[in-house]
């Protein structure tokens, strides 16, 4: 299973941005996708996450302005961003919870970061 990130960039405060995340490869299902995000010096943190059943969870310094959204379909995932902050600038990862359909374990899967800047 492959995850592939895209959208980050350079933004003004108070801007927009959208992030998205592609999973590919023999998946059975996937149960849990989120975005991290991380900056140099501390631990990763969960920014924003989604069940198959559209459940979410955001961290409080999101609530508000970010919208997570996935499609089961195609196993796409997106993180709008809205009002953005300086200190939302990191590296944002998406994760996914996945089955494998050829070996039917589970396994936790990570996509390349995508970087966030958000700075006049």
């Known amino acids: 299973v492959q995850l592939q990130a895209s959208g980050g960039g350079l933004v003004q405060p108070g801007g927009s941005l959208r992030l998205s995340c592609a999973a590919s490869?023999?998946?059975?299902?996937?149960?849990?996708m989120s975005w991290y995000r991380q900056v140099p010096g501390k631990q990763r943190e969960l920014v924003a996450s989604?069940?198959?059943?559209?459940?979410?969870l955001y961290a409080d310094a999101v609530k508000g302005r970010f919208t997570i959204s996935r499609d089961n379909a195609d196993y796409t995932l997106t993180l709008q961003m809205n009002s953005l902050k300086p200190e939302d600038t990191a590296d944002y990862y998406c994760?996914?919870?996945?089955?494998?359909?050829?070996?039917?374990?589970?396994?936790?899967?990570w996509g390349q970061g995508t970087l966030v800047t958000v700075s006049s």
């Open positions: 994760y996914a919870d996945a089955w494998v359909r050829a070996t039917m374990t589970r396994n936790d899967y």
């Open positions: 490869g023999d998946i059975f299902s996937i149960r849990t």
């Open positions: 989604i069940t198959n059943g559209r459940d979410t």
